[in-house]
């Protein structure tokens, strides 16, 4: 006869109730550790029953005790169905060490499979019931819903190929089938993308695995960004290719590695399609990235006189290019007429320099064509703090008050400058106080630009051991 005390079945009972409190109002920092003691309560449970006598293998051998044999048949029962769930748990923890989020899928996979066979080995061992007839109705019955979730099931066994083939992980951003978007999460049936309007994109697996993907996050650390421009085939396409050149030489957000360029993407009947490309190292920073590269490619074409629109005539240009920088936008008209009248050109080489650091600019500089860098000093090298292109001015801080350059620029193309004599400008700042105030302001900006890169870069790394303390000693 069997000798169950309540001993027994109130200490497994009692660790059933403290494994579902621990797992979900323990406050444990890490998944692996809720695990292990999950594993361990398990195994306390094991030693537990199988102590009473109760065997998991084997029916109760206690007929004639029927509130004790459905007490132990219980308990084995829940045995095979605690193993199941603590083994799932155990894989997924693997899992996700071993291959990220996306173990998650297989996870739950392998868990339904684990659980499947431990209700048959339930069946079979506890209940003894008849495991072949019931395996032969099961595989009936599953061909049924086989047939009826075909759609769903397809959609599991792509999530299981899309997370062993991996085209994308989570935080990955991609495009499938058309759709773009940041990968939030990749389940049993679809994978979910956070798109640019800030809605979330829902992807059968199905589809993802037979689409095209497009991830736009590898290689790591280098990002395509393009812009496509539609220019009149009455201008030459190399006056068209070269500002593009230089647009791309205006930005130092695009990587010096693969080098940007500029193609004719198509040629039309009335206008001809040119792409200005380049890599950049954030994928976070293209759409700004991609506005600058616009602005950009406008401002060297109206520079050379490629937008195909009928431009002002070549006496003109002076004027036209007064307009466009940001420090004489007060003046009236006949300001500026006044101020064209005065501008002298002068043609600079690629490469050389315009004005050097501590030096005291003679003139006030326009950039009418081309790029030019502007480079300060850390120590005894130099930081490229920005490039400039056509509308935008050198020479402020002498202009203002006769001080010292504090950068060096250099003309990265070949440049066309206007030079405003330093008297005609001082009469315009005295004239209109907003001229004064926009050079101030500009002054300010780059000086405060400058401190910012200088605090930004990287610590020198201080030498160890002996050689190092007699270098600091």
Not at 74 to 94: D, H, K, M, P, Q
Not at 396 to 413: G, I, K, M, W
Not at 463 to 469: A, M, N, Q, T
């Amino acid at each position: 006869m069997l000798d169950l005390s309540a001993q027994p079945l109130l200490l497994s009972l009692a660790l059933l109730i403290a494994d579902l409190l621990l797992w979900q109002w323990a406050p444990f920092a890490h998944q692996a550790a809720r695990v292990g003691v999950r594993l361990a309560l398990f195994l306390g449970f094991s030693a537990v029953i199988m102590s009473a006598g109760i065997s998991p293998l084997q029916a109760p051998a206690w007929p004639e005790q029927n509130i004790w044999n459905l007490a132990a048949t219980g308990l084995a029962i829940i045995w095979w169905l605690y193993g199941a769930r603590t083994l799932s748990e155990v894989l997924g923890v693997i899992l996700t060490r071993r291959i990220g989020h996306s173990g998650r899928l297989l996870r739950d996979v392998l868990g339904a499979v684990v659980f499947l066979i431990a209700v048959v080995a339930a069946a079979g061992y506890v209940l003894q019931l008849p495991v072949k007839g019931l395996l032969a109705t099961s595989g009936a019955v599953a061909i049924i819903v086989g047939l009826a979730l075909q759609s769903t099931l397809s959609d599991v066994f792509s999530g299981i190929v899309l997370n062993t083939t991996k085209p994308y992980q989570v935080d990955d951003w991609v495009s499938i089938d058309g759709t773009e978007g940041r990968v939030v999460d990749i389940d049993w049936r679809a994978t979910h993308l956070l798109t640019l309007a800030g809605a979330t994109a829902v992807v059968p697996n199905s589809v993802a695995a037979k689409a095209r993907i497009v991830n736009f996050s590898r290689p790591a650390g280098r990002h395509g960004v393009s812009i496509t421009i539609s220019v009149p085939n009455r201008v030459r396409p190399g006056r068209v290719l070269e500002a593009l050149e230089r647009a791309l030489r205006g930005t130092h957000a695009l990587l010096p590695e693969p080098a940007p360029k500029a193609l004719v993407k198509e040629a039309g009947e009335d206008t001809t399609e040119y792409t200005a490309s380049g890599f950049i190292a954030s994928l976070a920073s293209k759409g700004d990235v991609r506005n600058q590269l616009f602005d950009l490619a406008h401002r060297h074409l109206e520079a050379a006189g490629a937008t195909g629109l009928e431009g002002p005539p070549a006496g003109a240009r002076k004027r036209a290019l007064l307009d466009e920088v940001k420090v004489f936008r007060a003046l009236a008209a006949a300001e500026k007429d006044r101020l064209a009248e005065a501008l002298q050109p002068r043609e600079v080489a690629a490469g050389q320099v315009i004005l050097e650091i501590g030096e005291v600019a003679p003139n006030l500089y326009i950039i009418g064509t081309g790029v030019v860098s502007a480079a300060i000093a850390d120590g005894e090298r130099l930081l490229e703090a920005g490039r400039m292109g056509p509308g935008e001015v050198m020479g402020e801080q002498s202009v203002l008050d006769d001080t010292p350059s504090q950068a060096r620029f250099t003309a990265l193309t070949s440049c066309t400058l206007y030079s405003l004599e330093k008297a005609l400008t001082r009469e315009c700042v005295a004239t209109r106080v907003e001229v004064g105030k926009a050079l101030q302001k500009l002054q300010a900006v780059r000086r405060q630009s400058s401190q910012s890169l200088l605090l930004q870069r990287p610590a020198p790394v201080r030498k160890g051991g002996f050689l190092g303390w007699l270098q600091r000693h």
